[in-house]
């Protein structure tokens, strides 16, 4: 590759990520409603109520960014202004958000809320309590009823969701009130029941609105001590929301007191039981005034493979890959070259970026949030640039050193500059192993960039969380295959590349 060249393509992928960067600027600040949701079905299911309510009032379509992970992730969101609103629990807000007492009063939260900029919306009618339940059978064999029944039988296994696990309102404070001394075990809200179901946890933690708690025969565990507060579904919203939408924000009111715990199992019901999309299901409900009639039947594996956002979630995973990847490129490769003389700096770099590679990547994602305060594509994007820089400066490393030392002096001996022997020499023999460390990068990036959906950064894990939620098998592998396609995909041009450049450097 001749440098001009090589000059001209960096320049030409600067200017793409900066106008990708104005562009993602520009919608950022667009005018339009943003409503979030956590990780589980029913909050999927009341960001869609919320963004339907609202659309007729706003100028534009509302966005809504569904999945974006726990309490804390959604409320940073919140406090950052990558949100407008969303769904949250008035028992959550007392205890995780305020770390306030259980039981404060509608009044005393929204006087802690207000120094931080949100208030709290209209009650949706109804209330969607922790509790833990067991197996209706074993419950009656083993003579079960209450919490303090559940003390007497440390033999039970017991698999919580990680996030009640670190609640403040959750299990620390729940073992202490009933003496209970099980160990429990980490799992996935959704995965949790079919653990119960097949027989390897005795007991987990539930939402009271969950709609398989009778489907799958479970029995709800009377909280005899009243740990737990109310957890009465409101809309949480930043204080500027009204003023900038007001007409939206009439209709979002609109919904005060409409949607009982009957409606709410029963759309729970249609997401999970019978597959029906999110948005199909808030529809239904806001034109029907009920969450009843008659149930659209559940999509199969292909209408969910070949849905209509699989051009969506393909672009946005394209480009979190190819950017992330290209920046790594445009930073690895330069500091490859200007360690590679240095023998102990080359080492403390490399040493550096290996560390970085141990890093789980929803810590990385979380840090990054914590410090960035904000959401979505940029922490995800530069999550994915920082797993990609090993492979690439290490390969960059690699092929410099595997460049013959007499065609290094060579090229001294016919008077280059040190600039023009890498130029012109070096880099040209390193380019096979270096094109090596980028096709690593690629597949790393393309398996990692799944996890970006976490955060709301879209792509095929979109899918894969989803899936998650809903403990649907289907979905998940609606959203692992094309992932693996790409992956594939990706393998296949760069073994063209590399049996071109094998083929060009041969004549």
């Known amino acids: 590759m001749h440098w001009p060249r090589l000059r001209t393509w960096l320049g030409a992928l600067s200017a793409v990520l900066l106008l990708q960067g104005l562009a993602a600027l520009a919608w950022a600040q667009g ?6 949701s956590k990780r589980f079905t029913e909050s999927y299911i009341l960001a869609e109520v919320l963004a339907q309510s609202a659309a007729p009032g706003l100028p534009a379509p509302p966005v809504v960014r569904q ?10 969101a919140l406090r950052s202004g990558s949100i407008d609103l969303y769904a949250e629990y008035t028992g959550t807000i007392a205890l995780e958000i305020l770390k306030g007492p259980p039981g ?30 067991m197996r209706a059978a074993d419950a009656q064999k083993l003579g079960v009823r209450t919490l303090s029944d559940l003390a007497r039988h440390p033999e039970l296994k017991l698999g919580l969701s990680n996030e009640f696990i670190g609640r403040a309102d959750g299990w620390a ?8 001394q099980q160990k429990p075990a980490g799992l996935d809200h959704g995965l949790a029941y079919d653990a119960i179901t097949a027989r390897q946890i005795d007991v987990m933690d539930i939402y009271t609105t969950d709609a398989k708690i009778d489907h799958l025969g479970l029995f709800v565990l009377e909280d005899d001590r009243a740990y737990f507060p109310r957890y009465d579904a409101v809309v949480l919203y930043r204080l500027d929301v009204p003023k900038r939408f007001p007409k939206a924000w009439a209709a979002i009111e609109a919904l005060q007191g409409r949607i009982d715990e009957k409606a709410m199992i029963a759309m729970n019901a249609r997401a999970e039981l019978q597959g029906e999309p999110f948005d199909a299901i808030a529809r239904s409900f806001l034109a029907q005034g009920h969450a009843g009639g008659a149930a659209a039947s559940g999509r199969g594996f292909m209408a969910k493979l070949l849905g209509p956002d699989l051009g969506r979630l393909a672009r946005q995973h394209l480009l ?15 500091v490859a070259i200007l360690i590679f003389p240095m023998q102990r700096v080359r080492a403390a770099v490399l040493g550096m970026a290996g560390l970085l590679q141990t890093v789980p990547s929803l ?5 990054l949030i914590s410090l960035m305060g904000i959401i979505g594509t940029v922490p995800a994007l530069i999550a994915l640039t920082l797993y990609s ?15 013959p030392a007499g065609l290094r002096q060579a090229g001294t001996a016919l008077g280059m500059t040190r600039a023009q022997n890498l130029r012109l020499v070096q880099l040209p023999l390193a380019l096979p192993t270096l094109v090596a460390g980028v096709r690593t990068a690629t597949a790393i990036a393309i398996g990692t960039a799944t996890i970006a959906a976490f955060v ?15 403990n649907d098998r289907a979905l998940l592998l609606a959203g692992a295959l094309p992932a693996a396609g790409l992956a594939l995909a990706s393998e296949a041009l760069f073994e063209l590349l590399q049996w071109w450049m094998r083929k060009r450097q041969a004549r």
Request: no cysteine.
């Open 31 to 36: 005018e339009t409603l943003r409503v979030g």
């Open 104 to 133: 404060m009063s509608r009044e005393q939260i929204a006087a802690g809320l207000a120094p931080l900029g949100l208030g709290i919306g209209p009650a949706l009618g109804f209330n969607d309590g922790y509790a833990l339940a």
């Open 456 to 470: 709301g950064a879209g792509g095929f894990g979109e899918r894969i969380v989803t899936g998650l939620a809903l």
């Open 173 to 180: 404070g729940l073992a202490a009130k009933y003496g209970l």
């Open 320 to 334: 979190l890959v190819a950017f992330s990847v290209g920046i790594a490129v445009l930073v690895a490769v330069p």
């Open 389 to 403: 820089l090993l492979p690439i400066m290490s390969n960059t490393v690699t092929g410099l050193a595997q460049v």
């Open 363 to 367: 810590a990385l994602l979380a840090v």
């Open 67 to 76: 999945g974006l992970g726990n309490t804390a992730i959604v409320y940073e």
